[in-house]
């Protein structure tokens, strides 16, 4: 059975950390490129950043450049997504999926971020 389950997210106040994770199992992880996505509420679906099936290339929403990071761990079966410099504008779910062949595969069920004072 495909999991992915994101965890990390919560209340923070503007200029805070989080840092989520996204923990995979049921695939083979590491033949997958993982992305992370945030919706806020009444907004479109905003892909915020990926990573390469060996973490070699990321990208990143210019929204989010200079403050967050993903990274993974084959090892571990994780993604991660460290956000520094919170602002109020990145409160929303946050959800990670893996790709093949620039595909969405597979969805996480969410966790939310608040950035709030």
């Known amino acids: 059975q495909v999991q992915l389950v994101e965890s990390g997210g919560g209340l923070v106040q503007p200029g805070g950390s989080l840092r989520l994770s996204c923990a995979a199992s049921?695939?083979?992880?590491?033949?997958?490129?993982m992305r992370w996505y945030r919706q806020a509420t009444g907004k479109e679906r905003e892909l915020v950043a990926r990573?390469?099936?060996?973490?070699?290339?990321?990208n990143y929403a210019d929204s989010v450049k200079g403050r967050f990071s993903i990274s993974r761990d084959n090892a571990k079966n994780t993604v991660y997504l460290q956000m520094n410099s919170l602002k109020p504008e990145d409160t929303a779910a946050y959800y990670c999926?893996?790709?093949?062949?620039?595909?969405?595969?597979?969805w996480g069920q969410g966790t939310q971020v608040t950035v709030s004072s």
């Open positions: 049921g695939f083979t992880f590491s033949s997958y490129a």
């Open positions: 999926t893996a790709a093949l062949r620039n595909t969405d595969r597979y």
């Open positions: 990573i390469t099936t060996t973490g070699s290339i990321t």
